[in-house]
């Protein structure tokens, strides 16, 4: 059983016709064949409200949050869920870690309390839509189906409010690390996986002197150089894609830095992660994007103390 058809409790009639604002280019929104359930008797948290909605936006955008590794912020998470809402959410890629579930499972309840409150979500009227990355790309088996309300695209085209068309995809499409030298991704991501353990002590010893989290791998990552480099190309050659299609700006992922720029007359927006920075991408009623920094936001609140612990 892979870690999708762990997770996600979906019965196969339980589908939602995805909204035109998901529809992913080029392809027609027909019925979903049947699909397997995907978690155990398709227990969910309790349905009723629990009153913590404060903030609320036309789309939210999550991606590389990891699910199944320890570096992951599921705590943080939680509390942003709880706090903010929105009509629509896009899941863009590297949800669960698949790479890291297979070396060795990890899965504390906090990753099970994630997956049920997107669910909930779902079920509850938000368009939930989700286009896998590398680290969960065996859910691309199952692209153009539902699970649990959760529709999963390949990739799709989002149109704000304010009538701009984004291209929303994840991103490792177009790194030529993970296309042609995987056993070269999987080296970095072990690299990765070593500086988040770092990262992990180094902000114990900052809680024990009354400090709040400060992503110690984020701040290497920014000075070294060849990174630096890296991220630039990257972000040019996202933009580049959104321009060939026609499109005014590109949402997407992977690298784990967040940032909205523009990119030669095209909006390039990445939504971060929630292994180092805990960003998430809004789009407000008024087609305004922000990018939401759940770190400085809670900072000195518990939830900043229990992610601390428990990073």
């Known amino acids: 059983m892979n870690a999708l058809s762990y997770l996600v409790g979906a019965s196969p009639s339980a589908t939602l016709t995805p909204p035109a604002i998901g529809t992913p280019s080029g392809q027609t929104a027909d019925g979903p064949p049947s699909v397997p359930p995907l978690v155990p ?92 990355g590398n680290h969960d790309e065996f859910a691309r088996d199952y692209v153009e189906n539902d699970f649990g309300h959760v529709r999963l695209l390949p990739e799709a085209i989002h149109q704000t409010a304010d009538g701009r068309r984004f291209l929303v995809i994840h991103g490792d499409q177009f790194d030529g690390v993970v296309l042609y030298a995987r056993w070269l991704a999987l080296l970095g991501d072990s ?38 480099s890296f991220i630039a190309k990257y972000e040019s050659t996202m933009a580049d894609e959104a321009r060939r299609r026609g499109l005014d700006g590109v949402v997407c992922g992977h690298i784990h830095h967040a940032e909205i720029r523009d990119v030669n007359g095209i909006t390039y927006c990445n939504d971060g992660d929630w292994v180092e920075s805990c960003t998430a991408l809004v789009e407000h009623f008024d087609g305004r994007l922000e990018i939401l920094d759940w770190t400085k936001l809670r900072a000195g609140s518990d939830v900043a103390a229990l992610a601390i612990a428990g990073a």
Do not use: M
């Open 41 to 132: 008797d398709g227990r969910e948290e309790d349905d009723q409200p629990d009153g913590t909605t404060e903030h609320r936006y036309r789309t939210v955008f999550l991606s590389d949050i990891h699910l199944g590794t320890r570096g992951c912020k599921a705590e943080f998470l939680l509390d942003f869920l709880r706090t903010v809402d929105s009509d629509t959410l896009y899941l863009v890629g590297d949800i669960i870690d698949g790479w890291r579930l297979r070396r060795s499972w990890y899965w504390p309840q906090a990753h099970n309390d994630v997956v049920q409150k997107l669910l909930r979500k779902a079920r509850k009227g938000t368009r939930v839509l989700y286009v896998p």
């Open 191 to 228: 690299a990765y996986t070593l500086a988040l353990t770092l990262n992990h002590w180094f902000n114990l010893i900052r809680r024990r002197f009354g400090l709040p989290y400060w992503s110690l791998s984020r701040y290497l990552k920014h000075k070294v150089k060849n990174a630096v």
